[in-house]
């Protein structure tokens, strides 16, 4: 199994207890199967924050492997192999 840490900033912070969440997840889950483990976790409002009406990743959020962006059509093709940070974030100002 693969440690994640989870990275919650701005008001995506300001949603949850602790914005510093970790997880455990397999070789080869990507990206966007992590966030949406991580939204079915979650409480309605960070849910309904981080997935959209499909129930797939939001495209107003921006999202990061170890401090690298990651554009959002390749969050189904960017697998997590090693012990890493994810990191969620809005990409508006002030967010």
């Not at 701005?10 to 070789?27: C, E, H, K, S, Y």
Request: charged residues 20%; proline residues 5%; contains cysteine.
């Amino acid at each position: 199994m693969i440690s994640v840490r989870v990275q919650l900033k701005g008001f995506l912070a300001w949603l949850v207890q602790n914005p510093d969440i970790a997880m455990t997840v397999r070789p080869g889950t990507t990206l966007s199967d992590l966030i949406v483990r991580l939204a079915v976790s979650s409480d309605d409002r960070l849910r309904n924050t981080i997935l959209n009406a499909a129930g797939h990743p939001d495209r107003s959020l921006g999202y990061a492997l170890d401090r690298q962006a990651i554009a959002y059509p390749r969050l189904a093709h960017t697998t997590i192999e090693r012990d890493c940070r994810v990191t969620l974030f809005p990409l508006a100002a002030g967010g």
